[in-house]
């Protein structure tokens, strides 16, 4: 049992914790935007970013990393995840869930050091650096009881873990030396930059910005997504979700540079957002099909209908966006409302894939 994991039914409770998480921080940024919704849902307004990153994205990608290496005792970080979320929605007091998001950051990044100990690359070692990234932003929350001080290490948690994944494939393209010193750089600039955040948080913030946009010119370059976008079903799918994800990408580091990650700037959300929902659900959206079945063992099997959620997120985030750069709040809380029913549909395009696969067994 050591060397083999869960089973995959073991697995479904922490992905539906995750799935919690994500629910309710999708209800609490609906909140933010003044949408009437449950008490629930407005008591957990100040925990959008929290809920949505470390216990959400904490949950499945640890998860991911669990079942990768095949280890029962990397399920405890995804477990650890899940139920932060649940610590923050059921009211307990934040330490609790400080604490729970350590311990499942700290796991993860165990995880990932096995990893790196069974392959040693630069895409091993970037996958755990975004883990620790991880668990500096939770430890920077827990000390200064402040989701801001957590911003930078969070985001870089999110964008290395991709960038790292990303990089493995690149493998399969003839890339020049160059390519490889060029990303090193990229990541030591985020770190770097996310480091002196701590003690000059806006222009900590405004160069960690400008470490994102390279990192999306480098992606929109190097990733093989630029080759695959000439294929066919699938394959051209996921292709087209990167390719747009860095394109918002690049938006949203383009917005930081002008500090629009600052707590108090006009476009924080549309910055914020275009990285979150542009950037990491286009992610989400191109990889799912992939990581679910690995996951949870059921087949989604391609269809065009895809593309449908896929188009709903980037005309609603634009809507949003749109909203945020020209000061209409009315578009950016119908935009907000417009993204939330993207990821329903995504997940309904999702589920229906899945009875469709198991309809053909």
């Known amino acids: 049992m050591a060397m ?53 994205f904490g949950t499945v990608i640890s998860l991911e990393r669990a079942v990768a290496l095949g280890r029962t005792w990397a399920y405890a970080a995804p477990a650890a995840a899940g139920l932060s979320g649940v610590a923050l929605i059921s009211g307990a007091p934040p330490i609790l869930a400080q604490a729970l998001s350590i311990a499942a950051a700290a796991g993860l990044a165990a995880a990932s050091l096995q990893v790196l100990q069974r392959q040693a690359a ?73 480091a002196t955040g701590f003690w000059l948080q806006e222009i900590g913030l405004r160069v960690f910005a400008v470490g994102l946009l390279a990192l999306a010119a480098w992606l929109a ?24 994800g860095y394109g918002w990408l690049a938006l949203a580091g383009l917005l930081g540079a002008q500090g629009a990650l600052s707590p108090d700037h006009p476009l924080r959300d549309a910055a914020l957002h275009a990285f979150g929902l542009g950037f990491v659900f286009s992610m989400v959206f191109g990889h799912a099909p992939i990581i679910f079945p690995a996951v949870a063992r059921v087949r989604i099997p391609y269809h065009p209908a895809f593309y449908l959620p896929l188009l709903a ?49």
């Open 122 to 194: 630069v895409f091993t070692a970037v996958l755990g650096i975004g883990a620790v990234c991880w668990l500096v932003g939770d430890i920077a929350w827990w000390v200064s009881d402040s989701l801001f001080a957590a911003l930078p290490w969070w985001l870089a948690f999110l964008v290395l873990t991709i960038a790292g994944e990303r990089l493995e494939l690149t493998r399969f393209l003839p890339t020049p030396p160059l390519a490889r010193y060029l990303f090193v750089a990229i990541v030591a600039w985020l770190l770097a930059s996310a």
């Open 4 to 56: 083999s994991g869960l089973r995959p039914a073991a697995r479904l409770p922490m992905l539906a914790l995750g799935m919690v998480s994500l629910l309710l921080g999708v209800l609490a940024g609906l909140s933010r935007l003044g949408w009437p919704l449950p008490p629930v849902a407005a008591a957990a307004a100040g925990f959008h970013g929290a809920l949505m990153i470390s216990a959400f």
């Open 313 to 361: 997120l980037h005309l609603s985030l634009g809507l949003r966006v749109a909203g945020s750069l020209d000061g209409l709040f009315a578009w950016r809380r119908i935009g907000g409302l417009a993204n939330a029913l993207a990821l329903l549909l995504f997940i309904a395009t999702m589920i229906a894939s899945g009875v469709r696969g198991r309809a053909k067994k």
């Open 221 to 244: 370059r190097y990733d093989i997504a630029r080759h695959n976008a000439h294929q066919r079903g699938l394959t051209r799918f996921i292709a087209l979700c990167l390719l747009s």
